[in-house]
């Protein structure tokens, strides 16, 4: 059973240019959730998909960035004309279902560097 | 709003002490709380939950932690401290507002464990 799968692991953007980050969540699991984890910091909730259904983006810049979770295939989180600032590991965490106890399970995540 | 705290940047212990990690929150309502680990360039893993029931909970790799209400602490445990246990603690809450399913996450820990 395989677990969250986010690609790719790393990748290298220049200023301007567009990063798509990828993930698959566990078979099942049809919850998405981004976080993005700055260096030094913790992480911060990002967004909330179902399947093509944005439940909750409280946590998204309000400018660049876009997520969307289509009824076939893997998640994505886009981010546009990147900046040095954008620069973080984003991880991608998947659920059975929202409500109450299960815990979200995480993938490795995408560490992204603006060069 | 929720939250949780970790008031400790840092904890050292020496291998086969002890070791507690502090996390404190602040909910309204009860509280879903979740530990878990991050190891160096990977994601995090689950290692415990705290829903309802026995105020002590047991989870993965020998950790265990206790929930007191009175002093809204969920603080992580392990009787006996291997130098592998060495990475970084997160503490969660669960958002079980309107939007709810989100984790709240305190700064983090890095755990210590020196031979």
């Known amino acids: 059973n395989a677990g969250v799968m986010q690609n790719p692991r790393h990748l290298v953007r220049r200023r301007g240019q567009e990063a798509r980050l990828r993930c698959s969540p566990m078979?099942?699991?049809?919850?998405v959730y981004w976080y993005r984890q700055l260096p030094e910091e913790g992480l911060k909730f990002m967004v909330y998909?179902?399947?093509?259904?944005?439940?909750?983006e409280s946590g998204m810049p309000k400018e660049r960035f876009s997520a969307e979770f289509p009824k076939e295939g893997p998640s994505i989180l886009r981010i546009q004309q990147v900046v040095r600032g954008d620069s973080a590991a984003y991880f991608c965490?998947?659920?059975?279902?929202?409500?109450?106890?299960?815990?979200?399970?995480f993938g490795p995540g995408t560490r992204l560097t603006v060069t | 709003a929720q939250s949780v705290a970790q008031p400790e940047d840092q904890v050292n212990v020496a291998e086969g002490n002890p070791l507690t990690v502090k996390c404190t929150y602040s909910?309204?309502?009860?509280?879903?709380l979740f530990w878990y680990v991050q190891y160096p360039n990977r994601g995090l893993q689950f290692l415990l939950k705290?829903?309802?029931?026995?105020?002590l909970v047991k989870g993965s790799y020998g950790f265990e932690a206790e929930f007191n209400k009175s002093q809204t602490s969920f603080h992580l445990k392990k009787p006996s401290a291997l130098v592998s246990d060495s990475a970084l603690y997160f503490c969660?809450?669960?958002?079980?507002?309107?939007?709810?399913?989100?984790?709240?996450f305190g700064q983090g820990t890095e755990l210590s464990v020196k031979p």
């Open positions: 965490a998947s659920s059975p279902g929202q409500i109450g106890s299960g815990e979200q399970y």
């Open positions: 078979k099942g699991h049809s919850h």
């Open positions: 998909l179902q399947k093509e259904n944005i439940i909750d």
């Open positions: 705290y829903i309802t029931g026995d105020n």
């Open positions: 909910v309204s309502g009860n509280p879903y």
């Open positions: 969660a809450v669960r958002d079980m507002g309107n939007q709810g399913g989100k984790l709240i």
